[in-house]
């Protein structure tokens, strides 16, 4: 068990860019989950998949955002457009159908948007 | 909606001082309620949670019991040590799992 990675840990951009960022969940782990954590802030969720299926979306998640977790095991978090409210840790978790509200979480992601 | 409040920080204390982070919450149906804590650079670790009203999640000499009657759910250890500072938080969920409602994070830092 190698816990719940992400890649890349930091990532800086120009405003109007796209970013894509990766999670890879315990690998046993069927559910994955995507949150952002803005600056003394708790994470708030944006989606969830079950294997493949994304199955939830928040309403945080604007039409910039895409998420996809194609064969049900690593998942990417896409952001068209950047801009600098997007500056936020974007966070990955990850949990069995066991016992899926026992959410394992990554390092994070650290986007900053200039 | 569903939320959780928590007390604000930061919170400085010395060395094997008391603690307690207060935590209530807002839920519609039966949740389960957690702390999880963040060390610097790191990811959030489960710390420990309880699933039903008047259980008691204990780990690392922390403690925490879910009081349906005052919906809350405080954090307390009873000598703190340099090494549990780090910001920590309070959330909830439900069974379904399907997504974790956090408060805003205490940030706690213990000097020797």
């Known amino acids: 068990d190698t816990g719940v990675s992400q890649n890349p840990r930091h990532k800086i951009t120009k405003r109007g860019q796209n970013v894509t960022f990766r999670c890879d969940p315990i690998?046993?782990?069927?559910?994955l989950y995507w949150y952002r954590q803005t600056l003394g802030q708790g994470p708030e969720f944006l989606t969830y998949f079950q294997n493949e299926a994304q199955l939830e979306k928040s309403r945080l998640l604007s039409d910039r955002f895409s998420a996809e977790r194609p064969k049900g095991s690593f998942s990417t978090l896409e952001i068209q457009r950047t801009e600098q409210g997007d500056s936020a840790m974007y966070l990955c978790?990850?949990?069995?159908?066991?016992?899926?509200?026992?959410?394992?979480f990554g390092a994070g992601t650290r986007l900053s948007v200039l | 909606g569903d939320s959780v409040t928590q007390m604000e920080g930061p919170v400085t204390l010395s060395e094997e001082a008391f603690l307690t982070i207060n935590c209530t919450y807002t839920?519609?149906?039966?949740?389960?309620l957690f702390w999880y804590v963040q060390y610097p650079g790191e990811g959030l670790q489960l710390l420990l949670k309880a699933t039903k009203a008047d259980d008691k999640g204990s780990n690392k000499g922390f403690e925490a019991t879910y009081r349906k009657e005052t919906t809350s759910f405080h954090l307390e250890k009873g000598s703190v040590q340099v090494s549990d500072s780090a910001v920590y938080f309070c959330?909830?969920?439900?069974?379904?799992?399907?997504?974790?409602?956090f408060g805003t994070g205490t940030s706690l830092t213990v000097i020797p």
């Open positions: 978790a990850s949990s069995s159908s066991g016992s899926p509200n026992i959410q394992y």
């Open positions: 959330a909830l969920s439900f069974l379904t799992g399907n997504q974790f409602y």
């Open positions: 690998s046993e782990h069927n559910r």
């Open positions: 839920a519609t149906g039966y949740p389960s």
